[in-house]
Nanobody
């Protein structure tokens, strides 16, 4: 079983920075990719950033240039460095870890961590 736990959220003023962490216990499985999602009240969940085991990275247009995703080599820790935070970045941020089983993706969610940006 893969376990995922996010941390690092909190209250920050607009223009500030936070670093979110996603701790992954792969249970012996190889994690192939990790996504950071966010969901604000009343809004659809949004894919924020993705990192793969080959260190390929992708970002949503809304965060490109402000957020940076990174991971250790084993994908046991995945980070989301968030700079120049804006009010619209307020959301619950969740981590999704994916492994491949029989050619099919199997994904695991964490509980999420709240990020609140104040003016």
């Amino acid at each position: 079983q893969v376990k995922v736990a996010e941390s690092g959220g909190g209250l920050v003023q607009a223009g500030g920075s936070l670093r979110l962490s996603c701790a992954i216990d792969g249970g012996g499985f190889v994690i192939s990719s990790v996504d950071w999602y966010r969901q604000a009240p009343g809004k659809q969940r949004e894919l924020v950033a993705t990192i793969t085991k080959s260190d390929s990275k992708e970002y949503a247009e809304s965060v490109r240039g402000r957020f940076t995703i990174s991971a250790d080599h084993a994908m046991n820790e995945v980070y989301l460095q968030m700079n120049n935070l804006a009010l619209e970045d307020t959301a619950r941020y969740s981590c999704l870890a994916t492994r491949i089983s029989g050619g099919m993706p199997v994904s695991y969610w964490g509980q999420g961590t709240q990020v609140t940006v104040s003016s």
